[in-house]
């Protein structure tokens, strides 16, 4: 089996990389490699950078340097694979409050761009989501929103745009459109002191 990971070098789609990876599968994680949020602190940028990028190279993961909101070559590398898992976002607020059209084109077109590519190659897509398009009522709710779609056999869908287009773009062309949101991950992986 081989999947596609966009966001790749990111925590969660590094750690969707490793666990692939050691499942046997032929893995590619295709991540653009800019972590602007990382230029604010200032600290350890560079390391931070490569650091997920180093050490799926080591488990044999075929890193690719690219952007989700390049469809053409997404397509590219979407081809010939079984499943898209899709972790690639800008995820800090503070850079989509300063620059909302760079926040439209990765989170929005980048998700379209992905589903496209799921659509034509008629392959399987799950997208993650951030837990903040819940708010702070989260920790307090989400138990409850999660029994109501096991009930109703449903998937947690979230509210933002990006998700919304997952949501209506869930047909017969795409065997699975699962979107996920999923709280803040903190453990193995990081970059240490």
Not at 5 to 18: A, K, N
Not at 94 to 99: A, C, G, L, Q
Not at 137 to 146: F, G, S
Not at 159 to 185: C, H, K, P
Request: with cysteine.
């Amino acid at each position: 089996m081989r999947v596609l990971v966009t966001g790749g070098c990111g925590f969660l789609g590094s750690h969707i990389c490793e666990m692939y990876r050691q499942q046997g599968w032929e893995v590619v994680s295709y991540d653009n490699m800019t972590k602007s949020e990382l230029l604010r602190t200032g600290y350890q940028t560079e390391a931070a950078r490569d650091h997920n990028w180093n050490v799926l190279q080591a488990l044999g993961v075929e890193t690719i340097r690219a952007d989700v909101r390049n469809l053409d070559e997404l397509l590219d590398f979407a081809s010939g694979c079984d499943y898209i898992c899709h972790t690639a976002a800008q995820p800090a607020v503070t850079i989509s409050i300063e620059d909302p059209l760079l926040d439209l084109a990765t989170d929005v077109t980048g998700t379209v761009h992905v589903l496209e590519a799921a659509r034509r190659h008629h392959i399987p897509v799950a997208c993650c989501s951030t837990v903040h398009v819940y708010g702070n009522w989260l920790n307090h709710e989400l138990p409850d929103l999660i029994q109501c779609a096991i009930d109703d056999g449903l998937a947690v869908k979230s509210f933002d745009i990006g998700d919304g287009y997952v949501n209506i773009n869930t047909s017969d062309d795409i065997a699975l459109a699962e979107n996920e949101n999923v709280q803040r991950f903190f453990g193995p992986g990081e970059v240490e002191d």
